[in-house]
Each structure stands twice: as C-alpha cells, then as structure tokens.
C-alpha cells in the first residue's frame, strides 16, 4: 500500500521560510514522478513544483527562484524548501507520486503566511 505522510508547515510572516516534508512507504520515490501542489481557499489545486526520477526539476513562475524540491532517496523523503514567502503562497500544501498503479497524495498541510 502506498502512502505519502507530511509534515511541517505552519503559519509564518511574509518573507520567512518554512519546509515541507513527505515521506513514502509502498513505493521508492526516485523512481517516478513527484510533485507539491497547493490549494487556495476558493482556488483550483495549483501544481508548484514537481522532479522526475532523474531530478529534473520543474516551478510555477510564482515559486521560480524562491521554492526548492528535492528529495533524500535514502529515507525516501521528498521536500519543499520554502524561502521569501508570500501572503499569496498561503494554501493546504500536498505532496503526489504519480506511479504505475496511480497516484498518491499526502494529506495536506496549511501554510499561512501573514503580511
């Protein structure tokens, strides 16, 4: 069974930075796609940030040079490193693994960020 269990987040004034982990069980993550997303209260679910198994990397122009994703194969741990945070990054952060049975998601995080 595959599961994604996240952790951090928080609420944090503009400017500062927060980190996002996901952990994995049931899959290794290095071997497929993966990706945080984020929702809005009212908004769509917006993909932020994803890497493919050979840490290709991939931003939304509003992350572009302020959010890292990398992943630590040796715990099978995937992270969003957030930094210069916004008012409008303030969302429920998730993590997804798109494999060959599917796709998983964690359970979601807040974030809020106070101007």
């Known amino acids: 069974q595959v599961q994604l269990v996240q952790s951090g987040g928080g609420s944090v004034q503009a400017g500062g930075s927060l980190r996002l982990s996901c952990a994995a069980s049931?899959?290794?993550?290095?071997?497929?796609?993966v990706g945080w997303f984020r929702q809005a209260p009212g908004k769509a679910r917006e993909r932020v940030a994803t890497m493919t198994w050979s840490s290709g990397t991939n931003y939304v122009d509003s992350v572009k040079g302020r959010f890292t994703i990398s992943r630590d194969n040796a715990k099978n741990t995937m992270y969003l490193q957030m930094n210069s945070l916004k008012p409008e990054d303030t969302a429920v952060y998730y993590c997804n693994v798109n494999y060959i049975r599917g796709v998983a998601w964690g359970q979601g995080t807040q974030v809020t960020v106070s101007s």
């Open positions: 049931g899959l290794t993550l290095s071997s497929y796609l």
